[in-house]
Antibody, heavy 118, light 107 residues
Framework: QVQLQESGPGLLKPSETLSLACSVS?????????WAWIRQSPGKGLEWIGS???????YYKTSLKTRVNISMDKSTTQFFLKLDSVTAADTAVYFC???????????WGQGAPVTVSS | DIEMTQSPSTLSASVGDSVNVTCRAS??????VAWYQQKSEKAPQLLIS???TLQSGVPSRFGGSGSGTDFTLTISSLQPDDFATYYC?????????FGQGTKLEIK
């Protein structure tokens, strides 16, 4: 059974870098699948942040592109999110998810709440 | 960027009712639309992909239709467990855009 689990600091100060990891169990990284980060601000809808594919190709939401980096470590079946220069607007629950090429997010982590506050 | 606009934002219905949630894309998206159910800001569950393909394990009272720019999620014979928030999503390798959500409430 595929499971995803987010981990990382839950509280950041403005201007710091948000760093989260997603640990994948029950599945190995292979072609045909991609890995993504999605967030949800309190009381708001879902926002895709970006995705990384098996070959390392990444895609990011246009408005976040200058601040975000997603990477993966196939040896540990983890993938990572870094978001620079955070502000209060980046306060959200951050979800990691698996997608199948040609389809979309079929397995999600439980979510990691992140608060940005001075 | 493509925008996905859902309607209504809130929908009140009773157990046993059938309901429709609509999603309109700001431009042509073929059939690359999915529908998710989310409860209390927990992880969303994928219900339907490619506009009408029901995911394994999802009850058959859920159905999806549409292509091009207009899409519909239909839930027939509502069950108590169905009261939740529903999101449509356009998906492509380099872009994933969610609608703003439709909250389905018990009347």
């Amino acid at each position: 059974q595929v499971q995803l689990q987010e981990s990382g600091p839950g509280l950041l100060k403005p201007s710091e870098t948000l760093s989260l990891a997603c640990s994948v169990s029950g599945f190995s990284f292979r072609s045909g699948y991609f890995w993504a980060w999605i967030r949800q601000s309190p009381g708001k809808g879902l926002e895709w942040i970006g995705s990384v594919y098996h070959g390392g190709i990444t895609y990011y939401k246009t408005s976040l592109k200058t601040r975000v980096n997603i990477s993966m470590d196939k040896s540990t079946t983890q993938f990572f999110l870094k978001l620079d220069s955070v502000t209060a607007a980046d306060t959200a629950v951050y979800f990691c998810a698996r997608g199948e090429s040609g389809s979309t997010f079929d397995v999600w982590g439980q979510g990691a709440p992140v608060t940005v506050s001075s | 960027d493509i925008e996905m606009t859902q309607s209504p934002s809130t929908l009140s219905a009773s157990v046993g009712d059938s309901v429709n949630v609509t999603c309109r894309a700001s431009r042509y998206v073929s059939v690359w639309v999915a529908w998710y159910q989310q409860k209390s800001e927990k992880a969303p569950q994928l219900l339907i992909s490619k506009a009408s393909t029901l995911q394994s394990g999802v009850p058959s009272r859920f159905g999806g239709s549409g292509s091009g720019t207009d899409f519909t999620l239909t839930i027939s014979s509502l069950q108590p467990d169905d009261f939740a928030t529903y999101y449509c999503q356009y998906y492509m390798s380099d872009s994933h855009i969610f609608g703003q959500g439709t909250k389905l409430e018990i009347k």
